[in-house]
C-alpha cells in the first residue's frame, strides 16, 4: 500500500517561503514532517488565505505523450524517487516509444507522491505547463536519479532539482515562483490521490491500459497485452 505524502507534511515544507528556502537551513530534521515557524500556524488559522485556498483538481494538466486517437492508453503511475520507476523508463519506455511515435499508444503520466523529493521532481517537471519540456526533465531525472537524489540531504537535493531546471532551459525566476507555489503543490498532492486511489494503485510503477490497472511487468508481458488490442483495432501505419 503507498504512504502518500499528507497535505499537512506539505504544509511544512512550504509555509515559510519554499523548498528552495526551507532546505538550505536543514539540521538534519525531517522538515516534510516537522512544522517550522509559522507552518503550525498555517495550519490552525481558518482564515490563513494559503491554507483554505480551494483545491481545483481540474488544473492540473495531463502529461501525455502520442495520439489522442489510439486505440492503448497506458496510463503509468510513477514516482521520481523510485528505483522501479527509473527502470522502467530505462527499458519498457524505450521500447513503447515508437508505438507512441506511429499512434497506436498514447501514453499517460501521474506521479504518486511518496516524498517531498518526488513532489520537488515533479514541480520542477511541470514548471512550464509544457508537455515536451515535461518529457524531457522526466528522462533526464530518471537518467540521473542517483546523481541529484546524493545522500538524501534536502538541500543538496533541492539544489540539485534546481540544476536540473535551469540546465532545461527554465528561467531562475519561474523556476523558483514554481517551488514556493504551496497551492499548487496541495493541490498536485490531492489530484495524485485521487487518482491513484480510483486506480487502485498499490506500488510504483503502476500501468492503467485502457481503464484496467496491472503490477509493473517486462516488454514482453506488456506487448502480450496491447499488440491483441491494436491488432482488433482499426489502426493503420501511417
Known sequence: MIKYLSIAALA????????????????GSDLSMTPLPGAAQAQETAADPVADAPLDLASVIEMAEGSETAPVTIIEYLSYTCPHCAEFHAGQYQDLKPYIADGRVRFVVREVYQHRFGLWASMVTRCSGDQMRFFGLTDVLFDTQRDWLGDGDPATVAANLRTVGLTAGLEPAML?????????????????????????????????????TYANMSFTDLAGIIDPIIAASDWTAP
Open 12 to 27: 511544512a515544507a512550504f509555509a515559510v517561503g519554499g523548498a528552495w528556502m526551507l532546505t538550505r537551513t536543514n539540521d
Open 176 to 212: 523558483d515562483a514554481c517551488m514556493a507555489d504551496e497551492v499548487k503543490a496541495r493541490t498536485l498532492i490531492a489530484w495524485s490521490e485521487a487518482n491513484a486511489t480510483a486506480s487502485e494503485v498499490q506500488g510504483t510503477p503502476t500501468l492503467v491500459i485502457n481503464d484496467t
